[in-house]
T-cell receptor, first 111, second 116 residues
Framework: SQQGEEDPQALSIQEGENATMNCSYK?????LQWYRQNSGRGLVHLIL?????REKHSGRLRVTLDTSKKSSSLLITASRAADTASYFC???????????FGAGTILRVKS | ETGVTQSPTHLIKTRGQQVTLRCSSQ?????VSWYQQALGQGPQFIFQ???????GRGNFPPRFSGLQFPNYSSELNVNALELDDSALYLC???????????????FGPGTRLTVT
């Protein structure tokens, strides 16, 4: 079973626009991570936010975490065609030994 | 690219057969996890190995088994293949110091298994 639910399932935007993806989860967590996957290949780690953090930035990425609502959002600013990919949120709990992924958001950036 | 490699890239097997997938973890990483990703879904955790011992398992039957070697490379073995085993199998490593680690995971490119 998967813990996270991403919203929307698919997103299509123009190059230069911002893309926002949301993730909800069901149980308490230690941290939440976002990963990118190109064309059904390996996942690339984007950013990790700990449960005691509320916001984190990395380059064009901004992640927020609201543990009271059990939700997170990933904002990609000034999107590029190369950002076209599937994006997954994944959580870890107290045992820390597995990532629980959502079903992902498919992002398409049109040039 | 991460330093995690997987082989083979693609594999076609017949129902009932057995398969072995291989993973070389990134240098310095002693923890390896395996995930199964069905088409259109997120990856699902199969199990994790730390210092050659399994230290966590997801909801997969015993016909899914694994090994980790002293150099921290790993194998995933699946017996009695079923059609639903068709998926992308991903290996991930991290420099974890055991169960409680905040480290990100470094994924390999995956092995695409098709069972006919």
């Amino acid at each position: 079973s998967q813990q996270g639910e991403e919203d929307p399932q698919a997103l299509s935007i123009q190059e230069g626009e911002n893309a926002t993806m949301n993730c909800s989860y069901k149980t308490s967590i230690n941290n939440l991570q976002w990963y990118r996957q190109n064309s059904g290949r390996g996942l690339v780690h984007l950013i990790l936010i700990r449960s005691n953090e509320r916001e984190k930035h990395s380059g064009r990425l901004r992640v927020t975490l609201d543990t009271s609502k059990k939700s997170s959002s990933l904002l990609i600013t000034a999107s590029r065609a190369a950002d076209t990919a599937s994006y997954f949120c994944a959580t870890t709990r107290g045992d820390g030994n597995k990532l629980v992924f959502g079903a992902g958001t498919i992002l398409r950036v049109k040039s | 690219e991460t330093g995690v490699t997987q082989s083979p890239t693609h594999l076609i097997k017949t129902r009932g057969q057995q398969v072995t997938l291989r993973c070389s973890s990134q240098s310095g990483h002693n923890t390896v996890s395996w995930y199964q990703q069905a088409l259109g879904q997120g990856p699902q955790f199969i199990f994790q190995y730390y210092r050659e011992e399994e230290n966590g398992r997801g909801n997969f039957p015993p016909r899914f088994s694994g090994l980790q070697f002293p150099n921290y490379s790993s194998e995933l073995n699946v017996n009695a293949l079923e059609l639903d085993d068709s998926a992308l199998y991903l290996c991930a490593s991290r420099p974890g110091t055991g169960r409680n680690s905040y480290y990100e995971q470094y994924f390999g490119p995956g092995t695409r298994l098709t069972v006919t």
